[in-house]
């Protein structure tokens, strides 16, 4: 009763407790403080944390003398010397009281608070649990075991750096590449210098506190992907942790796929010439041809001529079809007038377009109509054609239904395969396959089902590429 009677009245002349916060005061030591206590030793700010360790409500530890909480009140005395004679008392341990009368050991960081003239206005700082600050460390060090045990068993490259780039970790498959590498300056063992790299990452790492991603490659010729990242130990000491990945392999068929490419075009480029002029001759001396049947020479002639268009166009298509090409730089057609004119190029059959919708697509997309009226009309042996458009959300269905012999079903998932053909009159199995590429790059969709009572239907979904209201 009698340290209740105690308490209450200094509470109330604690006027300015409510202003006595840690973030009002200059010089202060610690970034979060969990107890302040003004020169005349009442207790003025705690946190949550200062109530779990002594055991006492907030509002009780409000105004109480900072003298109640120490078991030996003499301690207080040494402790308040050496801060006041030093401004900062940094590990002090000492024994305090909690609230129900158990003892807890703690270890004190205080410093001193001084207003703009130098006044004193009393101390702040850190109260911690020695028992449980040994605990949490002793968690973060088999934490940190646990996963030192993990990076040294992962099969690419891992080290960690401190500030002056000593290697201070390296798992066993960095070992493996290098000797003994630890406290050795990663210029030295990985590149062979006695210099620092220039614009060196773990550097910026360590000034930018975030990760970085970069490649290089090392002294014995193999090319990385290297990751690096902040880290921090148990301890708070900073370093830098990098994860190596060995992409040699990777850039190696890099290589030999941009050379793969570029062999290919120049291919293209000579087939395109060549092809060309040999079609251009023959569409001229056909021109010259005489016979009773125009019929037959003007069929002759627009093939030859519609083979002479496709030539010249296989540059775009080339280039639409790698996404070579700006998006600014790839003529884009409405599909339902490509259609039209694409069906005045095959007055054997009857084609009927129904519906509507708006959408864009390169003239690439004509080689996928192409084969698909053309698969009709040789394999189907179809003599008419429905497309059909419908709108779908932000794109287009396009239907494309026969009423020819249809597709058996045991072949139905094999006729988008490169090289797959059927029936009687086989094609080189390419048809199809393109078809489906170039659906694909224009990010839609191709299949093909059955037509009631016969035939096929081959539906064409885009959900991009230039979307239009009609």
């Given at each position: 009763?009698?340290?209740?009677?105690?308490?209450?009245?200094?509470?109330?002349?604690?006027?300015?407790?409510?202003?006595?916060?840690?973030?009002?005061?200059?010089?202060?030591?610690?970034?979060?403080?969990?107890?302040?206590?003004?020169?005349?030793?009442?207790?003025?700010?705690?946190?949550?944390?200062?109530?779990?360790?002594?055991?006492?409500?907030?509002?009780?530890?409000?105004?109480?003398?900072?003298?109640?909480?120490?078991?030996?009140?003499?301690?207080?005395?040494?402790?308040?010397?050496?801060?006041?004679?030093?401004?900062?008392?940094?590990?002090?341990?000492?024994?305090?009281?909690?609230?129900?009368?158990?003892?807890?050991?703690?270890?004190?960081?205080?410093?001193?608070?001084?207003?703009?003239?130098?006044?004193?206005?009393?101390?702040?700082?850190?109260?911690?649990?020695?028992?449980?600050?040994?605990?949490?460390?002793?968690?973060?060090?088999?934490?940190?075991?646990?996963?030192?045990?993990?990076?040294?068993?992962?099969?690419?490259?891992?080290?960690?750096?401190?500030?002056?780039?000593?290697?201070?970790?390296?798992?066993?498959?960095?070992?493996?590449?290098?000797?003994?590498?630890?406290?050795?300056?990663?210029?030295?063992?990985?590149?062979?210098?006695?210099?620092?790299?220039?614009?060196?990452?773990?550097?910026?790492?360590?000034?930018?506190?975030?990760?970085?991603?970069?490649?290089?490659?090392?002294?014995?010729?193999?090319?990385?992907?290297?990751?690096?990242?902040?880290?921090?130990?148990?301890?708070?000491?900073?370093?830098?942790?990098?994860?190596?990945?060995?992409?040699?392999?990777?850039?190696?068929?890099?290589?030999?796929?941009?050379?793969?490419?570029?062999?290919?075009?120049?291919?293209?480029?000579?087939?395109?010439?060549?092809?060309?002029?040999?079609?251009?001759?023959?569409?001229?001396?056909?021109?010259?041809?005489?016979?009773?049947?125009?019929?037959?020479?003007?069929?002759?002639?627009?093939?030859?001529?519609?083979?002479?268009?496709?030539?010249?166009?296989?540059?775009?298509?080339?280039?639409?079809?790698?996404?070579?090409?700006?998006?600014s730089e790839i003529q884009l057609?409405?599909?339902?007038?490509?259609?039209?004119?694409?069906?005045?190029?095959?007055?054997?059959?009857?084609?009927?377009?129904?519906?509507d919708c708006g959408i864009l697509?390169?003239?690439?997309?004509?080689?996928?109509?192409?084969?698909?009226?053309?698969?009709?009309?040789?394999?189907?042996?179809?003599?008419?054609?429905?497309?059909?458009?419908?709108?779908?959300?932000?794109?287009?269905?396009?239907?494309?239904?026969?009423?020819?012999?249809?597709?058996?079903?045991?072949?139905?998932?094999?006729?988008?395969?490169?090289?797959?053909?059927?029936?009687?009159?086989?094609?080189?199995?390419?048809?199809?396959?393109?078809?489906?590429?170039?659906?694909?790059?224009?990010?839609?969709?191709?299949?093909?089902?059955?037509?009631?009572?016969?035939?096929?239907?081959?539906?064409?979904?885009?959900?991009?590429?230039?979307?239009?209201?009609?």
């Amino acid at each position: 009763m009698e340290k209740k009677e105690n308490t209450k009245p200094k509470a109330k002349e604690n006027k300015n407790s409510n202003t006595f916060q840690p973030n009002n005061y200059i010089n202060h030591a610690y970034s979060f403080p969990n107890i302040s206590v003004n020169k005349e030793g009442i207790i003025v700010y705690v946190n949550e944390d200062t109530s779990r360790i002594l055991g006492y409500p907030k509002k009780q530890l409000l105004g109480m003398q900072a003298t109640e909480i120490y078991l030996n009140p003499a301690d207080r005395d040494f402790f308040l010397k050496e801060l006041y004679e030093r401004g900062t008392v940094r590990n002090f341990d000492v024994t305090f009281k909690k609230m129900d009368g158990k003892r807890i050991n703690c270890r004190l960081e205080m410093s001193v608070f001084r207003d703009g003239e130098g006044n004193v206005l009393g101390h702040t700082g850190t109260i911690k649990d020695i028992e449980l600050e040994s605990a949490i460390r002793l968690k973060l060090e088999q934490e940190n075991q646990r996963l030192f045990l993990i990076l040294d068993q992962l099969p690419v490259n891992v080290c960690l750096y401190d500030k002056r780039r000593n290697i201070v970790f390296a798992n066993k498959h960095l070992k493996d590449r290098f000797e003994k590498i630890e406290s050795k300056k990663c210029y030295k063992v990985f590149y062979g210098t006695d210099k620092p790299c220039e614009d060196c990452p773990i550097l910026k790492v360590f000034k930018d506190n975030a990760p970085t991603v970069y490649e290089k490659t090392q002294r014995d010729g193999r090319i990385y992907e290297f990751h690096d990242y902040p880290f921090i130990d148990s301890e708070g000491n900073k370093f830098v942790l990098e994860l190596g990945i060995d992409i040699t392999k990777r850039k190696s068929m890099e290589v030999k796929l941009k050379e793969l490419n570029e062999t290919l075009e120049i291919i293209n480029k000579i087939l395109r010439h060549d092809i060309l002029n040999d079609l251009n001759v023959a569409l001229n001396f056909c021109d010259l041809i005489s016979t009773e049947d125009e019929d037959i020479k003007k069929r002759v002639m627009k093939a030859i001529s519609k083979s002479v268009e496709l030539i010249q166009n296989s540059r775009d298509f080339e280039k639409a079809f790698n996404r070579l090409a700006e998006p600014s730089e790839i003529q884009l057609f409405d599909v339902k007038t490509k259609i039209s004119e694409l069906a005045t190029n095959f007055p054997e059959i009857k084609i009927n377009i129904n519906g509507d919708c708006g959408i864009l697509l390169d003239e690439s997309i004509t080689t996928v109509f192409d084969n698909i009226v053309r698969n009709a009309i040789i394999h189907g042996k179809a003599d008419k054609i429905d497309i059909d458009f419908k709108k779908e959300g932000d794109g287009c269905e396009i239907s494309f239904a026969d009423n020819g012999s249809g597709i058996s079903q045991d072949i139905k998932d094999r006729v988008f395969e490169e090289g797959f053909s059927f029936g009687t009159n086989k094609g080189s199995g390419l048809g199809l396959y393109i078809a489906k590429k170039i659906i694909q790059n224009h990010k839609g969709k191709i299949k093909i089902t059955d037509n009631k009572p016969k035939g096929t239907v081959v539906t064409l979904t885009f959900k991009s590429w230039g979307t239009y209201e009609k």
